[in-house]
C-alpha cells in the first residue's frame, strides 16, 4: 500500500510542476498586465501612497480600512514563504531563481489587483452587517454561466478552508514550535500552547479585532525582519554588485557547481524561482481578495491598487533582503536549505548569536501573523459553504488545531497544503480569465471618472 505522505508529494509535484500551475499562473498574469496595461508600472507610486500614506476612505461601506485591510492580506502572505521559500528557491534553482522570483512578483501584481477588484465589485453583506468577498463570490455571481460559476466558486471555499488548517494553521505552529526549540530550547507543547491562547485572543475578535490587530503588529515585524537583512546588506555592501550579477547571469545560463552547492540548470532556476515566488506572495491563489472585500470602500478599483501592493512589499521588497542577505555571505555554497540557509546567512552576516536569534524570532512572527490571516480566510469560505452558525465552531477548532499542529509530525500536512493551494488557485484562475473583461473596463471607466 502507498504511502499516504508520498502519494500527496507526488500529486504536489505534479500541481505546482512545469505542466499546470506555474505557466498557468504567469500566462495568466501576462494576459492581465497586457488588458491592464501595465499597471502594476503605471501606477504603483500612486498604489503606495493610497495605501500607506492615505490609509482609508471615509465615510464607506466596510469593516475595516485600506490600510487594515491591506495588512490582513500581509499578515498571511509575509511568512516563511520569505525566510524559508526563498532559501529554497535559491538552494535548488541557485541564483538565478531570484530573478524569475522578481518576475512572478511584478507580474503577479496585475493578478492581485485583478482578484481584489473583483472582490469588491461583488462582495455582499451578511446577516451580522459584515462584508463577504473573494473568489468564491465573484466566481459565482460574476460567470454568466451561473452553473460553472456556481461550481467554481464551491470548489474554491472548500480548498480554501481545507488550506486553512494547513499552509494557514498547523504547518505554521509547527515552524514555529521547532525554531523556538532549536533556538532557545522551549519545548514544543509550551509554544503551542501560548500561540494558540495569542491567536484565539485576536481571532474571536473577528475581522475588526484581526484588523486592528495586524495593523500594528505587521508593520513591526517586516521593519524589525528588514532592519536585520538590511545591516547584512550593509556589512556586505561590497558583494552586493557580485551577487547581483550572479542572478542575472544564473536567471538565463544557469549556475555551475560551487562549494557545497551543486549546480543548477536555467530550467530549475525558472521552475523554483516561480513557484517559491507564488508560494510566498500568493498571486493568483484568490485568498487576498477575501481580505480586501473588507476594506472600506466605494471603489473597486481603489481597493485594487492597494492590494497589489502586497505583490510588491512581500516578493520584490522582503525576499529580495533575504535573497541578497544570503548570496553576498556566500551562504548559499553551503550545501544548506530551508530556513537553516537563512539561519546561516543572518548568523555569518551578524556577529555573536544575533544572527540566529533574529531569524527564529521573525519566522515566529511570520508564521503567527499568518494564522491570524487566513483563519479569517477560512472564516469566510466556512461561512459561503455552510451559513453563519459556523464561524464560531470554526474559530474554536481552528485555534485548538494551532496546539495540536505544534507537537505533531506534519510531513503529509505539508504535502496536502502544497495541493490544497495549488487546487485553490485553478477554479480562481479560470474565473479571473472569464471575468478579464469586466476588471478592464472597471478600471478604465475608474481611471477615466477620477482622473488619478
Given at each position: 500500500?502507498?504511502d499516504?505522505t508520498?502519494v500527496?508529494?507526488?500529486?504536489?509535484?505534479?500541481?505546482w510542476g512545469?505542466?499546470?500551475?506555474?505557466?498557468?499562473?504567469?500566462?495568466?498574469?501576462l494576459?492581465l498586465?497586457?488588458r491592464?496595461?501595465?499597471?502594476?508600472?503605471?501606477?504603483?507610486?500612486?498604489?503606495?501612497?493610497?495605501?500607506?500614506?492615505?490609509?482609508?476612505?471615509?465615510g464607506?461601506e466596510?469593516?475595516i480600512?485600506?490600510f487594515?485591510?491591506?495588512?490582513?492580506a500581509?499578515?498571511?502572505?509575509?511568512?516563511?514563504?520569505?525566510?524559508v521559500?526563498?532559501a529554497?528557491?535559491?538552494?535548488?534553482?541557485?541564483?538565478?531563481?531570484l530573478?524569475?522570483?522578481?518576475?512572478?512578483?511584478?507580474?503577479?501584481?496585475?493578478?492581485?489587483?485583478s482578484?481584489a477588484l473583483?472582490?469588491?465589485?461583488f462582495?455582499?453583506t451578511?446577516?451580522?452587517?459584515?462584508?463577504?468577498?473573494?473568489p468564491m463570490y465573484?466566481l459565482?455571481?460574476?460567470i454568466?454561466?451561473?452553473?460553472?460559476?456556481k461550481?467554481?466558486?464551491?470548489?474554491?471555499?472548500?480548498?480554501?478552508?481545507?488550506?486553512s488548517?494547513?499552509?494557514?494553521?498547523?504547518?505554521?505552529s509547527?515552524?514555529v514550535?521547532h525554531?523556538?526549540?532549536?533556538?532557545?530550547?522551549?519545548?514544543?507543547?509550551?509554544?503551542?500552547l501560548?500561540?494558540?491562547v495569542?491567536?484565539?485572543?485576536?481571532?474571536l475578535?473577528?475581522?475588526?479585532?484581526?484588523?486592528k490587530?495586524?495593523g500594528?503588529f505587521?508593520?513591526?515585524?517586516?521593519?524589525?525582519?528588514?532592519?536585520?537583512?538590511?545591516?547584512?546588506?550593509?556589512?556586505?555592501?561590497?558583494q552586493?554588485?557580485?551577487?547581483?550579477?550572479?542572478?542575472?547571469?544564473?536567471?538565463?545560463?544557469g549556475?555551475a557547481?560551487?562549494?557545497?552547492?551543486?549546480?543548477?540548470?536555467?530550467?530549475?532556476?525558472?521552475?523554483?524561482?516561480v513557484?517559491?515566488?507564488?508560494?510566498?506572495?500568493?498571486?493568483?491563489?484568490?485568498?487576498?481578495?477575501?481580505a480586501?472585500?473588507?476594506?472600506?470602500?466605494?471603489?473597486?478599483?481603489?481597493?485594487?491598487l492597494v492590494?497589489m501592493?502586497?505583490t510588491?512589499i512581500d516578493?520584490?521588497?522582503?525576499?529580495?533582503?533575504?535573497?541578497l542577505?544570503?548570496?553576498?555571505?556566500?551562504?548559499?555554497q553551503?550545501?544548506?536549505?530551508?530556513?537553516?540557509?537563512?539561519?546561516?546567512?543572518?548568523?555569518?552576516?551578524?556577529?555573536g548569536?544575533?544572527?540566529?536569534?533574529?531569524?527564529?524570532?521573525c519566522l515566529?512572527?511570520?508564521?503567527?501573523?499568518?494564522?491570524?490571516?487566513?483563519?479569517?480566510?477560512?472564516?469566510?469560505?466556512?461561512?459561503?459553504?455552510?451559513?453563519?452558525?459556523?464561524?464560531?465552531?470554526?474559530?474554536?477548532?481552528?485555534?485548538?488545531a494551532i496546539?495540536?499542529?505544534?507537537?505533531?509530525?506534519?510531513?503529509?500536512?505539508?504535502?496536502?497544503s502544497?495541493?490544497?493551494?495549488?487546487?485553490m488557485?485553478?477554479?480562481?484562475?479560470?474565473g479571473?480569465?472569464?471575468?478579464?473583461?469586466?476588471?478592464?473596463r472597471?478600471?478604465?471607466d475608474?481611471?477615466?471618472?477620477?482622473?488619478?
Amino acid at each position: 500500500m502507498s504511502d499516504p505522505t508520498a502519494v500527496v508529494q507526488r500529486i504536489g509535484n505534479f500541481v505546482w510542476g512545469p505542466y499546470l500551475l506555474i505557466p498557468l499562473l504567469l500566462l495568466t498574469g501576462l494576459y492581465l498586465t497586457i488588458r491592464l496595461r501595465g499597471i502594476q508600472f503605471r501606477k504603483l507610486w500612486h498604489s503606495l501612497y493610497v495605501a500607506l500614506i492615505v490609509r482609508r476612505e471615509k465615510g464607506a461601506e466596510g469593516d475595516i480600512s485600506h490600510f487594515q485591510a491591506l495588512m490582513t492580506a500581509l499578515a498571511a502572505t509575509v511568512g516563511t514563504g520569505n525566510i524559508v521559500g526563498v532559501a529554497t528557491a535559491i538552494a535548488t534553482g541557485g541564483p538565478g531563481a531570484l530573478f524569475w522570483m522578481w518576475m512572478t512578483g511584478l507580474v503577479g501584481m496585475a493578478t492581485k489587483f485583478s482578484e481584489a477588484l473583483l472582490s469588491v465589485k461583488f462582495r455582499v453583506t451578511d446577516g451580522r452587517g459584515e462584508q463577504c468577498g473573494g473568489p468564491m463570490y465573484y466566481l459565482s455571481n460574476g460567470i454568466r454561466w451561473r452553473g460553472l460559476g456556481k461550481a467554481l466558486g464551491w470548489l474554491f471555499a472548500l480548498f480554501a478552508v481545507c488550506a486553512s488548517f494547513g499552509i494557514g494553521n498547523m504547518v505554521q505552529s509547527n515552524s514555529v514550535a521547532h525554531a523556538l526549540n532549536t533556538s532557545f530550547r522551549v519545548p514544543v507543547w509550551v509554544t503551542g500552547l501560548i500561540l494558540a491562547v495569542a491567536a484565539g485572543l485576536v481571532i474571536l475578535g473577528g475581522i475588526k479585532s484581526i484588523g486592528k490587530f495586524t495593523g500594528v503588529f505587521v508593520p513591526v515585524m517586516i521593519a524589525a525582519y528588514m532592519l536585520g537583512s538590511g545591516l547584512v546588506l550593509i556589512l556586505f555592501a561590497g558583494q552586493i554588485p557580485e551577487a547581483l550579477g550572479l542572478v542575472f547571469e544564473g536567471a538565463f545560463s544557469g549556475t555551475a557547481a560551487a562549494g557545497g552547492f551543486a549546480g543548477a540548470a536555467v530550467r530549475q532556476a525558472i521552475r523554483f524561482g516561480v513557484a517559491r515566488g507564488i508560494f510566498s506572495n500568493e498571486s493568483g491563489l484568490g485568498s487576498a481578495g477575501i481580505a480586501a472585500a473588507a476594506a472600506q470602500t466605494e471603489e473597486p478599483v481603489r481597493q485594487a491598487l492597494v492590494s497589489m501592493t502586497q505583490t510588491f512589499i512581500d516578493t520584490i521588497v522582503v525576499c529580495s533582503f533575504t535573497g541578497l542577505a544570503i548570496l553576498v555571505t556566500g551562504g548559499w555554497q553551503e550545501g544548506l536549505n530551508g530556513a537553516a540557509l537563512t539561519q546561516f546567512a543572518f548568523a555569518h552576516g551578524l556577529p555573536g548569536e544575533w544572527g540566529g536569534w533574529i531569524v527564529a524570532v521573525c519566522l515566529s512572527m511570520f508564521a503567527f501573523s499568518t494564522m491570524l490571516g487566513w483563519s479569517y480566510y477560512g472564516e469566510k469560505s466556512i461561512e459561503y459553504l455552510m451559513g453563519e452558525r459556523f464561524i464560531l465552531p470554526y474559530r474554536i477548532v481552528f485555534i485548538v488545531a494551532i496546539f495540536f499542529g505544534a507537537i505533531r509530525s506534519l510531513d503529509f500536512v505539508w504535502g496536502l497544503s502544497d495541493v490544497m493551494n495549488g487546487l485553490m488557485a485553478l477554479p480562481n484562475l479560470v474565473g479571473l480569465l472569464l471575468l478579464s473583461g469586466v476588471i478592464a473596463r472597471e478600471t478604465m471607466d475608474y481611471f477615466k471618472r477620477t482622473g488619478e
